[in-house]
């Protein structure tokens, strides 16, 4: 039932019929099953090619045409959703033995993905040939660097983890990502792909970091070198390109929840210069030389990165204390030395329970 929806849903999404909450439940869908991704992946790049131009009409004869065919060969179409309720549109809906008639766009869509299921595709998408993933992870305190079956480098800061199928590097090099990494992608013809809260990055062979943590404000792309392409679901067929020493943030939905209802569907969107410290280090990536800089950072948002730093947590007894603002850099210190540094600048008292910190004014 689950699969059905899901190709229901990327159906309305490429054809521009999905409404803010369908495109939630899609993306939901997406991280549950990793493993639709790739496939899902041949069907829009297919749908993008011209096709869209064809007349609505056609579109449903062709789809007739090949359910036909399909018929004679002694194959069936995947059994699609037909209980949902769509939005109304001047295009005509019917019901046929249980399959959903969509506009036009969304024809093409089924028809595609009928193609991809009868023509060997299906070996991708059915539920009994769902894919083993490999899960790299680190915890809160520690980092790793690691070579992924491409030969392309990740460093994975802490509290992180990446996940990739086993045929990663032969038939695709898609990635998901919760957390922070830096990549040094291996040039290839093949595209790297990466999936990170709302946010797809796609590159053939750079150097760029992500900052995608599920607690955070914001999804950050931070190139260093190459080119990236970004899209986000929420802004469907737009499609943002960085050049080095760019970043793109992005609001998570999260915190969209306090916008006016028809902003929702569009989230904040801000292309951004990368931050030089004093001896130009580059804020973004300075992580992966093991340091931990920081400039005009709110007490609260550095307390969250003090916590993955060091594998702590930080409690505030005083709102206004968590606003102040600070400025530094840490390297070797401990966690009790890296505070009492910032007790320089900040009066304030803390003290540490095991890996618990309460800090108070």
């Known amino acids: ?13 490429l054809s521009g019929e999905a409404h803010a909450e369908e495109l939630e439940e899609l993306e939901n869908l997406m991280k549950e099953h990793p493993e639709w991704i790739y496939p899902a992946e041949h069907v829009q790049n297919i749908f993008m090619l011209p096709l869209r131009d064809k007349d609505p009409y056609d579109a449903e004869l062709a789809f007739e045409v090949h359910l036909s ?14 209980t949902e309720e769509l939005p109304k549109d001047p295009l005509p809906r019917t019901s046929k033995k249980g399959l959903l008639f969509f506009s036009g766009s969304a024809l093409l869509v089924l028809l595609i993905i009928s193609w991809l299921w009868n023509s060997g595709g299906h070996e991708a998408v059915s539920p009994g040939a769902a894919k083993k993933f490999s899960e790299v992870s680190t ?12 030969s ?7 509290g992180s983890r990446l996940t990739y199928n086993e045929q990663f590097g032969i038939t695709n090099r898609i990635t998901t990502l919760s957390g922070e990494a830096y990549f040094d992608v291996k040039k290839d013809k093949m595209p790297f792909i990466i999936h990170a809260a709302s946010v797809h990055i796609r ?26 392409e970004i899209t986000i679901d929420k802004r469907p067929g737009e499609k943002f390109i960085l050049k080095p020493n760019e970043k793109l943030v992005v609001a998570n939905e999260w915190e969209e929840e306090k916008q006016p209802v028809e902003h ?16 130009n280090t580059i804020l973004e ?9 920081f400039q005009d950072e709110s007490f609260a948002d550095l307390a969250r990165r003090l916590e993955r730093w ?11 204390l968590a606003r102040e603002r600070l400025s530094g850099t840490f390297t070797k210190e401990t966690v009790q030395e890296a505070l009492e540094e910032l007790q320089l600048a900040l009066p304030f008292h803390f003290n540490i329970h095991s890996n618990e910190i309460n800090i108070t004014k």
Do not use: C
Request: glycine fraction near 6%; avoid cysteine.
């Open 69 to 82: 065919r399909m018929k004679e060969a002694g194959h069936g179409l995947p059994q699609l959703d037909a």
């Open 203 to 228: 590159v053939l062979g750079t150097a760029f970091n992500v900052k995608s943590y599920p607690t955070e404000k914001t999804t950050e792309t931070s190139l260093i070198r190459g080119r990236v």
């Open 1 to 13: 039932m689950s699969q059905n929806r899901y190709w229901n849903l990327l159906a309305k999404k």
């Open 310 to 320: 060091y594998g702590v947590q930080i409690h505030f007894s005083n709102e206004q």
């Open 285 to 293: 990536t300075s992580w992966v030389e093991n340091k931990l800089v």
């Open 139 to 150: 915890r809160p305190g520690s980092r790793t660097k690691l070579v992924l079956p491409d």
């Open 264 to 279: 929702k569907a569009d989230p904040i969107v801000v292309l951004r210069p990368l931050t030089h410290a004093v001896d």
């Open 152 to 158: 392309t480098v990740v460093w994975l800061n802490a």
